[in-house]
Each structure stands twice: as structure tokens, then as C-alpha cells.
């Protein structure tokens, strides 16, 4: 598809958007131009906003009034002919945004939540369902983000092992098979930037509200490294302000007794044990090297060992996966009583295997998708879930969303400051981001640690140099 913009720098907008009706295509944009090759999508801000959108022969052209939102506007003429093209309405609308909560919660305190909800499906043609779950999950947001303070931060420590890379993933991680060797020093050094960085937030005054490990998987760790990495963070850290302590125990393959006690005698409160799907068939087709017994047996121990806040992943669209399998999965893991089901819908990234093999997103796929959604919604809610944090991707299948679902007292903390923007977040691990927030604006600056272990390894002094930033970003702020 070829995107021609014109008298505007709006182009951004317009590829995301064009991309959710041509998901398997590469959209060409082109800024300058003298000749239009079809099949086209041309936008000029002229005398007045004009679209025009020739793709076979299918042609239609919009114009509107020049006023103070002429990128909305544009947008708005470009969705609507494209909806026509496609006869398929966007369940977002022309939302393209990761955060659709954060333009919910700026609406709502500029004009009200009743307009917030009105623009939500008037100007940006956002259904009624996903605006109705855009309020609720404000409101539930809000009241996590009201406990954070000027001076407070969140700590994220990344392990980047797993057993298996799943076909859908994209981070950078290292299987265990190949890694094995790295794990050690890895873990050692690992120790030493938390030491540091709990170094730099007692000597700024900074306020620890939660920790969360993530990967990769954390349990790919054995018990005594583990033991020992968590064991820094408590000894290092100030912990008498920190609601709460994650890690996710993701792969139900890496779960035993030894692992489990050891991230009870450290503190952690809360655990993900991640299936994405209790099929056995679905689970081999995406490579994940375990099974769904193994699932509710990892389950079943960490209940044993005395965890009592556990969330569970499943993710909507996956390959081979039908409507009757995931109300199947769903049903699993909240008869088992789950404080917490995360709701991922599939995304295809680029660097995935599924996507290097050749998969692409069809219309089909995405019908099923926001139908497993709806049954998401209805099921929860009947059982008491509330929606409290949510997120979008792009080439996610039905351009939909990511939703964490908790019973009411049981929400991640963590997931919510992250994905706010809330307040700082210090990273420490390989492909970490400290993203550095002044609390007094919505300015951020981010610290990028390296991206593969072997980098972090060999390259470990260069990293501490880095997080000197940190002191400096805070001496030039103040309320």
C-alpha cells in the first residue's frame, strides 16, 4: 500500500492506521512526491483536509474544514473511507495508541468521565464495549496510581532465561540449553547493579513501592541463585515501603519445591504461573515444552508452599486455538481460583517465529479473537474480576488489547506504575529500561542496559557508568 502525505507532518498517524486495515503489507510512505502509483491512499491538507483512497476499484475521497484538530480530522476522513473498503469497524476505532487509559484519564479530568466516553465513541469511534471497559479500568487504575508519591520508584530485575523460546516471542532471551554457562556469572554480576542501584536510591531519598522480577523466566534460575539475587534486593533495598514483591514463575516447567521456598523466604507475595493455554495440542504448536498437567500441578504446589496472590497468562488467538479451547482455559484457571488472569491478545512481532515463518493476520482469526474477549469480559466480571490495568500493541490479531483481571485487593501494583508512566522505574538485568519520571511532569528519560547477557557480562562496568544518569536527572528537578 502506498501512503502519500501532503502539507502535513501527520504521516505516523496515518501508516498506524493504515496498517490495522492492511496488516500483512508494507505501507510505503512517501513525504515527497511528483507521480501516484495505485493501489494509493493520498492526504493533503490544501485549502481544506482532503483524503483520497483509490485501491482497485474501490475510490473514494472525503474532505473536511481546516480547524484546530486537523490530524484528528485527517485520521477521522481516512478511517471512515477504509471502514467502507473493508466493511470491518475497528473495535478501538482509530486508536492506535499502547496506553488508551492514559487519553481516558486526561479526557476525563479535562472534560468529565460522561464526555471522556462520548469523544471515546464519537470523535475517535471507539465501540461501546472497549469505552465501558476503558472507564472501569480507569477507575480502578486511579486508585493505585494515587498511592504513589513525588519521591517514589518501582525496582524491575530482569532474568533473560528461558527453557524454550515460545513461537509468538520476540524478547531478547537466551534458552537455558545454550545459555547454561552464562547463568552464574550472570547472577553474580546481577547481584552487584542491584547493590548499586540500591546505592543511588538510598542517597537520592527515593520511596520503594514494588518489585517485580520478569525474563525470560526467573525460575529458570536454581534455588540457591535464586535465593541469593532475591536475598540482595532485600538486604540492599529499604523494604519497609514495598507493597509488593513479584516474580514471575512463568513456565510451569521450571517450578518445583526448592524454587517455590526460596522465593517465600525472601519475601515475594505474588507469583504469575503463565499456561497462555491448558491445550495440549495448542501448547505444542507454539513451542512450549510443557503440559497443561503440568500447569495445574505447579499450581497445586505453589498453593502448598503458601502463596496466596498467584496470576495466570493466557493469551487470546493462538495458533490452532478455537473459541470452545480457550473458554476451556479460562474456565481452568478461575475455577481454580487465580487472584489474577492476564488476558493477552496475540501479537504478531516481527523478530517472532511465527511471524519469520510466515504467519499472517486474517479476518477470521480476528472475529474469534474479540469473541474469546467478550467471553474474557462476561466471565470475569460475573466472578468478581475487576479490570485494572490495560494495553495495546501493534499487529496485535483484532487490534485489541492486553487486560489484567484481579480480584478487588489483589491487583499488581507494578503493572499499573509501569504501564502509567506513574513514577521511575530502575531496571537492573540485561535488555532493563530505567525510565527516569519527573513527578512533577510527564518528562522521562530512559537508561538502557544491554540487550543479550553475554553483552551484559563482558560489558558490566560500562553498564554501571550509566546509571550515574540517574543522580543527574534528579538534581535537575524540583517541586
Known amino acids: 500500500m502506498n501512503l502519500y502525505v501532503k502539507n502535513n507532518t501527520f504521516w ?36 481544506n483536509i482532503s483524503v483520497r483512497v483509490k485501491i482497485g476499484s474501490f475510490a473514494e475521497e472525503r474532505t473536511a474544514a481546516l480547524s484546530d484538530e486537523n490530524e484528528l480530522s485527517t485520521v477521522r476522513l481516512l478511517y471512515q473511507i477504509l471502514v467502507n473498503y473493508s466493511g470491518v469497524e475497528q473495535a478501538w476505532g482509530l486508536l492506535t495508541g499502547v496506553r488508551p487509559i492514559k487519553l481516558f484519564r486526561k479526557l476525563s479530568r479535562e472534560k468529565g468521565e460522561s464526555e471522556a466516553k462520548k469523544r471515546f465513541e464519537t470523535a475517535y469511534f471507539v465501540s461501546g464495549e472497549k469505552t465501558a471497559l476503558a472507564a472501569q479500568t480507569e477507575q480502578n487504575e486511579r486508585k493505585i496510581i494515587e498511592l ?103 513456565r510451569p516447567d521450571t517450578i518445583d519445591t526448592e524454587r517455590l521456598f526460596a522465593l517465600k523466604a525472601n519475601h515475594v507475595d505474588r507469583i504469575s504461573i503463565n499456561p497462555q493455554t491448558l491445550s495440549d495440542s495448542v501448547l505444542e504448536t507454539i513451542g512450549r515444552r510443557h503440559t497443561a498437567g503440568q500447569f495445574m500441578e505447579a499450581f497445586a504446589l505453589a498453593r502448598k508452599c503458601g502463596f496466596q496472590n498467584i496470576n495466570t497468562d493466557l493469551i487470546a488467538g493462538l495458533p490452532t486455538d478455537t473459541l470452545e479451547s480457550f473458554q ?134 560500562e553498564l554501571l557508568n550509566r546509571k550515574a544518569a540517574i543522580k543527574r536527572f534528579y538534581s535537575t528537578i524540583g517541586g
Not at 479490570?387 to 496485535?396: H, I, S, V
Not at 511532569?441 to 547477557?453: A, H, Q, T, V
Request: charged residues 25%; glycine residues 6%.
Open 12 to 47: 505516523f498517524e496515518l501508516e498506524n492506521l493504515t496498517r490495522l486495515f492492511f496488516p500483512n503489507e508494507k505501507i510505503n510512505v512517501y513525504r515527497e512526491f511528483s507521480e501516484i502509483a495505485e493501489p494509493f491512499i493520498l492526504a493533503d491538507l490544501g485549502e
Open 328 to 461: 476451556n482455559s479460562l474456565d481452568t484457571v478461575v475455577g481454580l481460583g487465580a487472584e489474577c488472569v492476564t488476558v493477552h491478545t496475540l501479537c504478531m512481532k516481527r523478530a517472532a517465529n511465527l511471524t519469520t515463518e510466515g504467519k499472517t493476520l486474517n479476518r477470521e482469526e480476528a472475529l474469534t479473537a474479540r469473541q474469546m474477549l467478550a467471553y474474557t469480559g462476561k466471565v470475569l466480571n460475573e466472578q468478581d474480576y475487576i479490570p485494572y490495568y490495560l494495553y495495546r500493541q501493534t499487529r496485535m490479531v483484532g487490534n485489541l488489547e492486553n487486560v489484567g483481571w484481579a480480584k478487588r485487593g489483589y491487583e499488581s501494583l507494578y503493572n499499573v506504575y509501569v504501564m502509567d508512566e506513574t513514577h521511575t522505574i530502575l531496571a537492573c538485568g540485561s535488555g532493563g529500561v530505567t525510565k527516569l519520571k519527573n513527578p512533577y511532569s510527564d518528562y522521562l528519560e530512559r537508561i538502557f542496559n544491554f540487550k543479550y547477557p553475554y553483552e551484559y557480562i563482558d560489558r558490566f562496568e
Open 148 to 250: 504513589s508519591r513525588p519521591e517514589s520508584f518501582s525496582l524491575y530485575v530482569g532474568v533473560p532465561f528461558c527453557p524454550s523460546r515460545c513461537s509468538y516471542c520476540s524478547f531478547v532471551m537466551s534458552s537455558v540449553e545454550r545459555a547454561k554457562k552464562l547463568m552464574e556469572p550472570y547472577a553474580n554480576l546481577l547481584c552487584e547493579e542491584i547493590k548499586a542501584t540500591a546505592q543511588i536510591a538510598a542517597d537520592l531519598g527515593l520511596r520503594l513501592e514494588s518489585v517485580y522480577f520478569g525474563g525470560g523466566t526467573p525460575t529458570t534460575l536454581s534455588a540457591e541463585q535464586l535465593n541469593r539475587v532475591l536475598g540482595t534486593v532485600n538486604q540492599s533495598f529499604d523494604m519497609r515501603t514495598c507493597r509488593e514483591f513479584t516474580v514471575e514463575a512463568g
